[in-house]
Every structure is written in C-alpha cells, then in structure tokens.
C-alpha cells in the first residue's frame, strides 16, 4: 500500500486493473504522480475473503489486482489506462509471461460508464492501430468486491527489491517505465 497522506478536500476516484502478478505492477502505480495508493488484491471471482493459495489454483475465478485510489486533478483516468496497457502484454489469455492461469488475465474492472467506454475505446484503438503484433485479449468488466491481498504482498517490490524475483523480473518493468513515463512520476528517478 502507498501511505501518501491525502490533503483534506481532494475528490479522489477509484480504477481497478489486472495486469498478471500483482507485484509486478504495483511499484510501477506507485510512483504517478496524483496516485494516493495501491492495494494489491483479488477482483472478479465467486469466492467471498479468498486467500492468495485460493486465488493461486485458478478455481475462484480471481485476478490479481491492483487498486488505485488517485486524485482526477492530476493524473486522468485516460493516463492510467496508458500505463496499463504499457505495464504488461494485454495480448496473452489468462497469463503473463511465466505466470499461468486465470489469476494473471489482463483485466479492467470499471468503475462507472465512463470508465467502462474509456477503456473499450482505447483498446478498441490500440487493435485497430496494430499496437501490438496479436489481438489485445483483456477482459472489461464492471468492477466487483474487491478482496485486498494478505499485508506480505502490499508494497512488495519496495520491501523485497534485493529479492531475484524482484531483481530480475520487476525492476526492468519498473525502469522500462521510468524512462518512458518520467515526467509523470512523483519523483524524477532518473536525474541522479
């Protein structure tokens, strides 16, 4: 979880986002400018308070995702779906990279009408464009209860970035999305 502390009075809007492993995406949230938090968690299944070994055997019909609670005055609704789309491979069925199952499916779960349209028009777009070399395969679907993670998978690449898994399979993800959205970043990383 992110522990920005929010000024009083900021209008603050929620968008819910599957992209595979949650902890893989999590840090790349983290770091928008205008993102108050995120909470990794489970979204769209039929089993009510599921645990991560539930999610992991693909029978509770769960994502893993993310849940970002950011401020509409500075980032827009349109600019995390860009990271969205940039942060994982929106082509590959109910996976992401080595991870396998319908845990790891590339997800949007709207939140009202105008995030559902934004999200089918852009990927709309995105295919028409040829964005990426096979058809983007990610389900839009309303949004449902969201189940947050066990507290061991909040904030985890932050916590464990010295981990391998973390050493070489986030932080080229993290550092490929620095240097292609460094101005939209809390910090600029990359001047140092």
Known sequence: MNDNKMPAGVKTETATFGTGCFWCTEAIFQELKGVISVTSGYMGGTVANPTYEEVCTGTTGHAECLQIVYDPSVVSYDELLEVFWESHDPTQLNRQGNDVGTQYRSAV?????????????????????????????????????????????????????????????????????????HDKLKKNTMEK
């Open 109 to 181: 779960f709207y939140h009202n009408e105008e995030q559902r349209k934004k999200a089918e028009e852009y990927k709309e777009r995105l295919n028409k464009e040829g964005a990426y070399p096979k058809p983007i395969v990610t389900e839009i679907t309303a949004a449902s209860t969201f189940y947050p993670a066990e507290d061991y998978h909040q904030n985890y690449y932050n916590d464990h970035g010295s981990q391998p898994y973390c050493y070489l399979v986030i932080r080229p993800k993290v550092e490929k999305f620095e240097k292609v959205f």
